[in-house]
């Protein structure tokens, strides 16, 4: 499965953004699917996930109550609304897919990944 980002951007402290992730090539409805990020001089974290159905989304705790993960499986894309917005946000947001029946948080267990969308907070 090939995966696209789209909706990345820059926005002042307390914006929302929405990110895309477009699927091709298989359904996603086969998978659990993540956004992770990547800030400069970091490590890639987890920032959330959703089961395959979509009854089940996980959340890092730094993004809880502030992001919101959905998919639309017929559309075969993943979404990730960003509010309240922190300058900490700042990242390249990266979209992946876990196959196997996973489910959960487990950056190893995606093994799909796009090729990632800037998202850039201004204080």
């Known amino acids: 499965v090939q995966l696209i980002e789209s909706g990345g951007g820059l926005v002042q402290a307390g914006g929302s953004l929405r990110l895309s992730c477009a699927a091709s090539?298989?359904?996603?409805?086969?998978?659990?699917m993540g956004w992770f990020r990547q800030a400069p001089g970091k490590e890639r974290e987890t920032v959330a996930a959703?089961?395959?159905?979509?009854?089940?989304?996980y959340y890092s705790d730094s993004v809880k109550g502030r992001f919101t993960i959905s998919r639309d499986n017929a559309k075969n894309t993943v979404y990730l609304q960003m509010n309240s917005l922190k300058p900490d946000d700042t990242a390249i947001y990266y979209c992946?897919?876990?196959?196997?029946?996973?489910?959960?948080?487990?950056?190893?267990?995606?093994?799909?990944w796009g090729q990632g969308t800037q998202v850039t907070v201004s204080s």
């Open positions: 090539g298989r359904t996603i409805s086969d998978y659990a």
């Open positions: 959703i089961n395959y159905s979509g009854a089940r989304t």
């Open positions: 992946a897919a876990a196959g196997g029946g996973y489910y959960g948080g487990q950056m190893s267990e995606y093994d799909h």
